[in-house]
């Protein structure tokens, strides 16, 4: 009888499809040359608990955890139900796994210490941004961030293993729950995506080494506080009109980032009159997709300087956040600095 082996092909990491999220981390944890397993882990237990929250997120019209909670958060912000479900969702992730010393959430007033001193890893996170979008069906996501602590293992967290500016990540991610559910992450060697599929409950790599275009037709910004900007953002956005670019805007970060990442394009809040440092949060929001953009070849600034240059002074800073396509965001960057008379042409 003529038989033949399986043999699967050893040397390349090109997968296509067919790989689990779960199989991706465990081939990826060599990249690391001193790693022995705890980031793996931790992702995993981010994984799980972003499965829990697609679960919810989508049984969200039914089940009454759709509106508000009637609580405001530290920033003032109506709590919805499902914010305060997915904060409780990572949060207990987080902590069962034993990887992690402390937590800042976006719904958390302080740090969040999980008095468990042999944690090597401090996690940044906002469990359901766009959070406003979930009543109307509209894609929301999960963003995050992980830096190794500075301080001794053994001994007690410092404020200076939170106030870690961007650039010391290593691992950031996001979960985007939209038309289909998905996990992209790094881990400092480049950006892969995973997308879920809900009958086998596993996130499969869709998208692997994902690349940002260089440049791109789309620009994303709330046109609504035109009136609002500083006038090198107003001239960049009537160069993007000028062009006949694209205006496409949710108003849910991770699901215009990620189309903007896939596609191409260019992602502003800048600083208002109403919020002078810009609406988004440098810690939740701003680093984590500002190191997935630089992985992938795009770039992230507040305008002036590069996101993960920012040393962060305050939990729930905020920041201007320009991202995406790296000629888009320069482009925006030379007119700002020429409006504020720091460049001459
Ligand atoms: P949130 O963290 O309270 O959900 O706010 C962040 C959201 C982003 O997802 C979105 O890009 C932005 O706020 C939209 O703000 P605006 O409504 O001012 O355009
Ligand atoms: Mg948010």
Redesign the pocket.
């Known amino acids: 009888m003529k038989t033949s082996h399986f043999q699967p092909d050893q040397t390349s990491l090109a997968y296509s499809v067919g790989i689990t999220l779960d199989r991706f981390i465990k081939l990826k944890q060599s990249d690391f040359p001193f790693a022995s397993g705890e980031l793996s882990q931790l992702l995993r237990d981010i994984a799980l608990a972003a499965k829990i929250v697609n679960r919810e997120t989508n049984r969200a019209g039914l089940a009454n955890i759709g509106g508000a909670f009637g609580q405001t958060n530290v920033?003032g912000?109506e709590q919805q139900k499902l914010d305060v479900i997915a904060n409780i969702r990572f949060m207990r992730a987080l902590s069962k796994g034993g990887e992690v010393c402390a937590i800042v959430s976006?719904e958390e007033d302080a740090v969040i210490d999980l008095q468990n001193n042999s944690g090597k890893y401090v996690v940044a996170i906002?469990p359901?941004?766009?959070?406003?979008n979930i009543d109307v069906n509209i894609s929301i996501?999960t963003i995050f961030s992980i830096y190794r602590r500075k301080s001794p293992i053994g001994s007690p967290i410092q404020l200076e293993d939170i106030m870690q500016p961007g650039r010391e990540q290593v691992a950031a991610g996001y979960v985007l729950y939209g038309s289909s559910t998905m996990l992209v992450y790094t881990t400092g060697c480049g950006v892969n995506g995973f997308t879920y599929e809900n009958s086998l409950g596993e996130f499969f790599l869709s998208h692997p080494d994902i690349q940002a275009p260089k440049t791109g037709n789309i620009y994303s910004i709330?046109e609504?506080?035109q009136l609002e900007w500083e006038n090198g953002i107003s001239a960049y956005i009537q160069s993007c009109k000028n062009q006949k670019m694209q205006s496409r805007?949710?108003?849910?970060?991770?699901a215009?980032f990620h189309r903007n990442l896939l596609k191409g394009g260019i992602?502003l809040?800048p600083a208002t009159l109403k919020n002078p440092s810009g609406?988004?949060?440098l810690l939740?929001?701003a680093n984590a997709l500002a190191f997935i953009i630089e992985q992938a070849g795009g770039k992230a600034s507040d305008g002036k300087q590069r996101i993960l240059d920012i040393q962060p002074e305050s939990l729930h800073q905020r920041t201007p956040l320009l991202i995406g396509s790296v000629q888009l965001v320069e482009e925006v960057e030379q007119s700002v600095a020429f409006h504020l008379g720091l460049v001459t042409v």
């Open positions: 920033q912000e976006e906002d359901l941004d766009g959070s406003s996501g709330n609504g506080l805007y949710i108003g849910s970060l991770v215009d992602y809040y609406k988004l949060r939740y929001e």
